[in-house]
């Protein structure tokens, strides 16, 4: 069966901290996508990133980093220089076959002036 | 090209009504896939639709849910008599294939039942 687990309910920091949101996943597909989205307090969903799982390669996109590791089975997300603008909740997702995505609990992101 | 188009973006109910969720898919895509995100929950997968067929609807509640996608017009999920617990932000997404095609969320409607 596949699972995601973020495992870190909520999460508070005081600006310019960076921070790190954990995402470890479960599947026995060979091939698969990792997502991560934002949903700020005005509800919508926010892509950020989508992962393929033959690249490993870490990526870096401004402020925002994410470094995937297979062996472990995570796909962690880095803020750096945290803003109050990134106080959000963060979902991590896993997709196999086709499209149908399996979405984590979610992190709540605090950052605090 | 517009996006991913959902309406209404809030539906009030009152207990045992029914409320029609639709969602217009962007311009070329034929697969929809609907998913409802209960207060302080992650978003869980309902359906996937095609046009005129639906794919996968393991996650659907038994009773009281549909969902359809005709060959003209939105996707529409519908939920007869509803309860408070129907209370949900329902987002739709899209996509222009089934594998390898990234599929792109709609703003959601928040349906309130009172």
Not at chain 2, 20 to 34: A, E, N, T
Not at chain 2, 101 to 108: K, N, R, T
């Given at each position: 069966?596949?699972?995601?687990?973020?495992?870190?309910?909520?999460?508070?920091?005081?600006?310019?901290?960076?921070?790190?949101?954990?995402?470890?996943?479960?599947?026995?597909?060979?091939?698969y996508?990792?997502?991560?989205?934002?949903q700020p307090?005005?509800?919508?969903?926010?892509?950020?990133?989508?992962?393929?799982?033959?690249?490993?390669?870490?990526?870096?996109?401004?402020?925002?980093?994410?470094n995937?590791?297979?062996?472990?089975?995570?796909?962690?997300?880095?803020?750096?220089?945290?803003?109050?603008?990134?106080s959000?909740?963060?979902?991590?997702?896993?997709?196999?076959?086709?499209?149908?995505?399996?979405?984590?609990?979610?992190?709540?992101?605090?950052?605090?002036? | 090209?517009?996006?991913?188009?959902?309406?209404?973006?809030?539906?009030?109910?009152?207990?045992?009504?029914?409320a029609?969720?639709?969602?217009?898919?962007?311009?070329?895509?034929?697969?929809?896939?609907?998913?409802?995100?209960?207060?302080?929950?992650?978003?869980?997968?309902?359906?996937?639709?095609?046009?005129?067929?639906?794919?996968?609807?393991?996650?659907?509640?038994?009773?009281?849910?549909?969902?359809?996608?005709?060959?003209?017009?939105?996707?529409?999920?519908?939920?007869?008599?509803?309860?408070?617990?129907?209370?949900?932000?329902?987002?739709?997404?899209?996509?222009?294939?089934?594998?390898?095609?990234?599929?792109f969320?709609?703003?959601?409607?928040?349906?309130?039942?009172?």
């Amino acid at each position: 069966a596949q699972k995601v687990t973020q495992a870190q309910t909520e999460i508070s920091v005081v600006e310019k901290e960076d921070v790190t949101l954990d995402c470890v996943y479960e599947t026995r597909d060979t091939t698969y996508y990792l997502f991560w989205y934002k949903q700020p307090p005005s509800g919508e969903l926010v892509f950020l990133i989508r992962r393929n799982s033959f690249d490993e390669q870490n990526e870096i996109s401004g402020r925002y980093s994410w470094n995937f590791q297979k062996s472990t089975s995570s796909f962690n997300f880095t803020i750096t220089a945290s803003q109050v603008v990134d106080s959000a909740v963060y979902f991590c997702a896993l997709t196999g076959g086709y499209n149908k995505l399996i979405f984590g609990a979610g992190t709540r992101l605090a950052v605090h002036p | 090209n517009a996006g991913v188009m959902q309406n209404p973006r809030h539906l009030v109910r009152r207990r045992g009504q029914e409320a029609r969720l639709r969602c217009s898919p962007m311009k070329g895509h034929s697969h929809v896939y609907w998913y409802r995100q209960l207060p302080e929950e992650g978003l869980k997968f309902m359906v996937y639709l095609q046009k005129e067929n639906i794919i996968d609807e393991s996650g659907m509640p038994k009773e009281r849910f549909s969902a359809e996608f005709p060959k003209e017009g939105p996707s529409i999920l519908r939920i007869q008599q509803v309860v408070r617990g129907d209370s949900a932000a329902y987002f739709c997404a899209s996509s222009p294939g089934q594998t390898r095609s990234q599929a792109f969320f709609g703003q959601g409607t928040r349906l309130t039942v009172v």
